[in-house]
Each structure stands twice: as C-alpha cells, then as structure tokens.
C-alpha cells in the first residue's frame, strides 16, 4: 500500500526526520534510578513541552551524518533535569530550475527547512500532530533550521518490507496509511520516500522530512493514491481556511505556497467526492 518513491539524499538524521538511522536507543534494562527517573520524566512531557525544550534546551553533543547531501545534524540537548535527542537540518536552497534525474526538470525548485515546520503547523490543523514528531525553527551554530524531537520507533517502511514484516491490525495500519498518502498529496510532496515512514512501538506511523514539499502545483501529484479517506481528515480539509494556514505557518510559506495548498486541498474534496458517488460512502470512506 506505500506510495512513496525512493529519496537518495535522505539523511540518516531524523529518526523520525530523516531516516531509521536516526532512530533513538531503545531503554535498557536495569537502569539506574536517576536514569529511570529521568526517562518517565521525559515520557510524560506534553506537546508545549517538548516544544520549549527543543527551543531551549542546551545543546551538549552533537554529531554530523555522513549520509545525505546536506549533512545533517543530530544534536544532544540537555535542561539540566531531561537529556533527549533531536534532528537539526537547516538547508535552505532554491533554484529556478533543478535536474532531478529520472523525474526530468524542477522549475522553481526549492529545499528547505522551512517546510519541516510548515508542514507540522499544518498537520496540527487538520488533527494529524500526532503522526509528527514536534518540530521548531532554532538556531545553532550560527545556522537557522528546523528541530525535531527524536521518536522512539522500530524501524522505517523501508526496513519493514525488507524483512517482510506484516503489520498486527493490518486495518488500523491501512487506515493511517491513508491518511498519510492525502497529506502527501496536500503538500505536494515530492519526495516521499520508504524512510519518510517510521513506525513506532505499537505500530503507530509517523511522517517525517517534507523539505521538498509545498509545490506551486494547484494539481495533485497522483490522485490515484487516494482509495480510501477519513471522515474526520476530510471535514478537516473542508474546513481549513487559508488565512489560518497562513497564520499559522508564517514566515515558513509564502503566499504562492498556500494559495497553491488550498487549490489541492479543494481538489481532494471533490475527489472523494466523486468516489463516493461511484463507489459509495462506505467503500471510500472510514
């Protein structure tokens, strides 16, 4: 059921930014009491949270990539009480026009950290934060870029397949893959890849790295892979209000970005639309 295409350049960084090589540590047992301390601590922070250590947390390690052509970081960050891991990328490229191998010329091309931030604003809209890791703009090392919390997962999509491992609620699972691939289609992502999947301990997926996203396309990229939609996502979508969007995600979209992003979102509404004239609601829609 994935629809995502490979991405050469993804890093290994974001264990749920960039790649199962960003994975964190699972716990090892037998601890010591202020590790464990400190792990149920870290376990019971809110969203806000983790949003206010990432913005402030001092920064105790780090370690660059060495997959990946932007190099990304991976950065160690301590308040004194919760030591915990997050995925610094602070690319940010455009070019009127990019070769993309196989996939022809990208006019107005561009690949930025910005979109990491957009792109959770935007899920938080539509009731999806919790299928992404939180992300903030930070400065570090004299370079502006996202930073996104570290997730616990087993491995990506990729790995998965790999080993041939099928998931234990194969309809939950299809269900957030669904809900995955109306996002993609959202944003206009153009490189989601196998490793852009993570799944996490009780088979919850996340989505990660969307530097690539927010095309000025008013088209969707592939309206095929939307089979099956949620009820809730799509009332979402129904009521998401372009002002908003732009509030909520300033200065990391510009407006040709957003207008672009409300031409698709209308576009999927009137694809579901149309399946469930064809096929019925109860086929197209959960």
Same mark, same amino acid.
């Given at each position: 059921?994935?629809?995502?295409?490979?991405?050469?350049?993804?890093?290994?960084?974001?264990?749920?930014?960039?790649?199962?090589?960003?994975?964190?540590?699972?716990?090892?047992?037998?601890?010591?009491?202020?590790?464990?301390? $400190?792990?149920?601590?870290?376990?019971?922070?809110?969203?806000?949270?983790?949003?206010?250590?990432?913005?402030?947390?001092?920064?105790?390690?780090?370690?660059?990539?060495?997959?990946?052509?932007?190099?990304?970081?991976?950065?160690?960050?301590? %308040?004194?009480?919760?030591?915990?891991?997050?995925?610094?990328?602070?690319?940010?490229?455009?070019?009127?026009?990019?070769?993309?191998?196989?996939?022809?010329?990208?006019?107005?091309?561009?690949?930025?950290?910005?979109?990491?931030?957009?792109?959770?604003?935007?899920?938080?809209?539509?009731?999806?934060?919790?299928?992404?890791?939180?992300?903030?703009?930070?400065?570090?090392?004299?370079?502006?870029?996202?930073?996104?919390?570290?997730?616990?997962?087993?491995?990506?999509?990729?790995?998965?397949?790999?080993?041939?491992?099928?998931?234990?609620?194969?309809?939950?699972?299809?269900?957030?893959?669904?809900?995955?691939?109306?996002?993609?289609?959202?944003?206009?992502?153009? %490189?989601?890849?196998?490793?852009?999947?993570?799944?996490?301990?009780?088979?919850?997926?996340?989505?990660? %790295?969307?530097?690539?996203?927010?095309?000025?396309?008013?088209?969707?990229?592939?309206?095929?892979?939307?089979?099956?939609?949620?009820?809730?996502?799509?009332?979402?979508?129904?009521?998401?209000? $372009?002002?908003?969007?732009?509030?909520?995600?300033?200065?990391?979209?510009?407006?040709?970005?957003?207008?672009?992003?409300?031409?698709?979102?209308?576009?999927?509404?009137?694809?579901?639309?149309?399946?469930?004239?064809?096929?019925?609601?109860?086929?197209?829609?959960?």
């Amino acid at each position: 059921m994935v629809f995502l295409r490979s991405r050469l350049w993804i890093p290994v960084i974001l264990i749920c930014l960039f790649t199962v090589g960003f994975l964190t540590a699972s716990p090892q047992p037998n601890l010591p009491a202020g590790q464990t301390q $400190a792990a149920t601590a870290e376990s019971n922070l809110s969203v806000e949270q983790m949003r206010q250590f990432l913005l402030t947390a001092k920064v105790i390690n780090f370690k660059q990539t060495k997959k990946g052509i932007t190099n990304p970081y991976r950065l160690t960050l301590s %308040d004194g009480k919760i030591t915990h891991d997050g995925g610094f990328q602070a690319i940010d490229e455009s070019k009127s026009s990019a070769d993309m191998g196989p996939r022809g010329t990208e006019l107005n091309f561009r690949d930025s950290y910005h979109y990491n931030i957009a792109a959770y604003e935007l899920a938080k809209l539509l009731g999806l934060e919790q299928m992404m890791p939180v992300t903030v703009e930070r400065k570090w090392d004299g370079k502006t870029g996202s930073l996104t919390w570290w997730l616990k997962v087993k491995m990506d999509e990729g790995e998965r397949k790999k080993q041939k491992i099928e998931p234990p609620n194969p309809e939950a699972w299809n269900n957030q893959m669904h809900r995955m691939r109306v996002f993609a289609q959202l944003v206009y992502d153009t %490189d989601r890849n196998l490793t852009n999947v993570l799944i996490g301990e009780n088979w919850e997926l996340y989505m990660i %790295d969307f530097t690539r996203a927010f095309r000025l396309h008013p088209t969707l990229e592939n309206a095929k892979n939307l089979e099956r939609g949620d009820r809730q996502l799509l009332e979402k979508l129904r009521q998401l209000d $372009a002002a908003e969007v732009e509030r909520k995600t300033k200065p990391h979209l510009r407006k040709p970005e957003i207008k672009a992003l409300m031409a698709r979102r209308d576009k999927i509404v009137a694809y579901f639309q149309q399946l469930v004239t064809e096929k019925g609601e109860k086929a197209v829609l959960y």
